[in-house]
């Protein structure tokens, strides 16, 4: 008996419905703010993350799932969805040739964490990306457009938290600022922590162990005056587009390539893993990549928190309308041709097995939850004919020609 591995889950139904739904959803809303989806290798270069997540990130330094393939190749399975969408976009030349910068993602993310409750080693995101587009109307377009996402699917109860981590400029100076300040306390920091704030001091704010107390104490960004205006106009319009929020400076996000906004959406029903969305804006990372003076903004959010927080919302029925069960021997091919044509009349149909006792293919019937048994015997046969049977009330069985069953069916299904 081989198992799956730790922190890799198997989907199962009614969880992977879920996922459907929310996947969905998601698709809807990106069609309404004119985003185009991209499909991304799930394995790449491993110096792609190294480069643009970076390297003193958790995400890199950790938990990435990297490794040298058969031919010698330094290969990563993705931690996230940034890196491949912007190498893609350089490539590709999509500046050029793309029709708005707004792309989505959906797919597996791996990172090699300590597997608990609503956090896998193999999870799905949801992303989307806007870029080209420096204005803060591209910020509170994007965030509305995830809260809206949010509501589409059914998630409700979640709360915006928003910051902005300035230019590279206002960095320069905090920068300095922060590690003089963390350099007088390196004894009281968490290892990992002392040995990387030389080389990344903003990281210590957002570590699990040392962060929390660090964000009381240590000196606080500045913003420029350009930062600053971005920041408000940013809120303003969040404003208008009736998105609620609260600011919180201590919101520093995990990855190197943040400018200026970073926001995250959490819900308190999930516990200690509480964050559903991370995003932030990243003007530098394109031509940091390589590519153009491309400044951008995007999010991901994870498919499988979300899913945990509509566990108790009912799945719609997926239940079969008709089942066919063959009552003669004889009559299996009948049966099988009249399931060809439920289905190409759009109802859903299912059945057991035409080499079973009518007795088995009665239970499984029963199981399916399907409305209705629709059986050709002996004597349909012979007529032509098959009986309508509905599974969900004792009576009321019928026998009608066998080219009418379809119309029938679909007659007495309830309209989705
Ligand atoms: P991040 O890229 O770390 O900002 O993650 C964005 C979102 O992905 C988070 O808010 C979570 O909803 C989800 N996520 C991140 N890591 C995991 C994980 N290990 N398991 C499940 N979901 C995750």
Redesign the pocket.
């Known amino acids: 008996m081989i198992n799956s591995l730790r922190g890799f889950r198997d989907l199962l139904p009614p969880e992977s419905d879920l996922f459907a739904r929310i996947e969905t959803a998601a698709r809807e809303v990106f069609g309404l703010y004119g985003y185009q989806e991209v499909r991304l290798p799930v394995l790449e270069k491993k110096e792609l993350f190294v480069k643009s997540t970076g390297d003193t990130t958790d995400i890199v330094e950790k938990e990435m799932y990297a490794f040298t393939d058969g031919g010698g190749r330094e290969v990563a399975l993705r931690p996230?969805g940034t890196p491949g969408l912007v190498r893609a976009y350089i490539e590709h030349n999509l500046g050029q040739t793309g029709r708005n910068g707004k792309y989505f993602y959906i797919g597996p993310m791996f990172?090699a964490?300590r597997p608990q409750a609503?956090?896998?080693r193999e999870?799905t995101?949801i992303g989307a990306e806007n870029i080209g587009n420096s204005s803060p109307y591209a910020d509170a377009e994007t965030i509305a457009m995830l809260v809206r996402l949010l509501e589409k699917a059914g998630v409700a109860g979640c709360s915006v938290v928003l910051n902005s981590l300035g230019c590279g400029d206002c960095r320069k100076a905090y920068r300095e600022l922060l590690l003089a300040f963390l350099r007088g306390r390196s004894e009281t920091l968490c290892e990992p922590c002392r040995g990387r704030i030389e080389r990344n001091p903003l990281r210590a704010l957002d570590c699990k162990t040392d962060g929390p107390a660090l964000a009381e104490t240590a000196p606080k960004l500045s913003l420029c005056p350009a930062c600053a205006e971005h920041f408000s106009r940013t809120r303003e319009l969040l404003k208008i587009s009736g998105v609620e929020f609260q600011v919180n400076t201590s919101l520093v996000r995990?990855l190197d390539y943040y400018t200026r906004t970073v926001f995250e959406v959490r819900s308190a029903a999930l516990g200690g893993q509480d964050?559903?969305?991370?995003g932030g804006r990243y003007d530098d990372l394109v031509r940091s990549m390589g590519g153009p003076a491309a400044p951008a903004i995007g999010w991901?959010?994870?498919v499988?928190?979300m899913a945990l927080l509509l566990k108790d919302k009912p799945a719609p029925d997926t239940a079969p309308g008709a089942f066919v069960v063959s009552a003669a021997k004889e009559a299996g091919e009948k049966a099988f041709a009249l399931l060809t044509a439920l289905r190409a009349a759009g109802i859903s149909s299912d059945y057991s097995s035409f080499d079973l006792s009518l007795k088995s293919q009665m239970r499984s019937a029963d199981k399916s939850g399907a409305s209705f048994a629709l059986l050709i015997g002996e004597d349909e046969l012979k007529a032509g004919a098959v009986t309508i049977k509905p599974l969900k009330e004792k009576s009321g069985q019928y026998t009608v020609p066998i080219k009418d069953a379809p119309a029938e069916i679909e007659k007495r299904l309830p309209k989705l």
């Not at 964050?275 to 991370?278: E, L, P, R, Y």
């Open positions: 996230e990172r964490e609503g956090r896998y999870f995101q995990g964050a559903v969305c991370g991901a959010v994870g499988d928190r």
